[in-house]
């Protein structure tokens, strides 16, 4: 699995890592972040808090402002009727 993730940072400008709100320790990966951090300190790499709308506000909340001080983060959640994520965390 590792030499497919290797191949894909190498063809890559952005890396998205995505991050599971309900257990943002369990879901982020920080050999990923190490390795592009040394190796590929050129590509951009972008954490996306995913499924926010299954946490309460302030846990998304808190996490966003966590993350985003160490890689540019954005909040998602999937949604048919609002597909922009929560308004509050947003804007």
């Known amino acids: ?3 497919e993730f290797y191949k ?3 063809c890559s ?3 998205l890592h995505i991050i599971d709100a309900r257990n943002v320790p ?3 990966c920080t050999m ?3 390795h592009i951090a040394k190796n590929a300190p050129h590509k951009h790499l972008v954490f996306v808090l995913n499924k926010i709308d299954l946490v309460p506000n ?3 909340k808190r996490w966003i ?3 985003s ?3 540019p983060t954005i909040a998602f959640h999937a949604s048919m009727t609002h597909a922009f994520g929560k308004g509050a965390l947003i804007s």
């Open 13 to 15: 400008d952005v890396i």
């Open 8 to 10: 894909v940072v190498d």
């Open 26 to 28: 369990g879901t982020r």
């Open 32 to 34: 990923i972040e190490k």
């Open 1 to 3: 699995i590792w030499g």
């Open 65 to 67: 402002g966590e993350l």
């Open 58 to 60: 302030w846990v998304a």
């Open 69 to 71: 001080q160490i890689r």
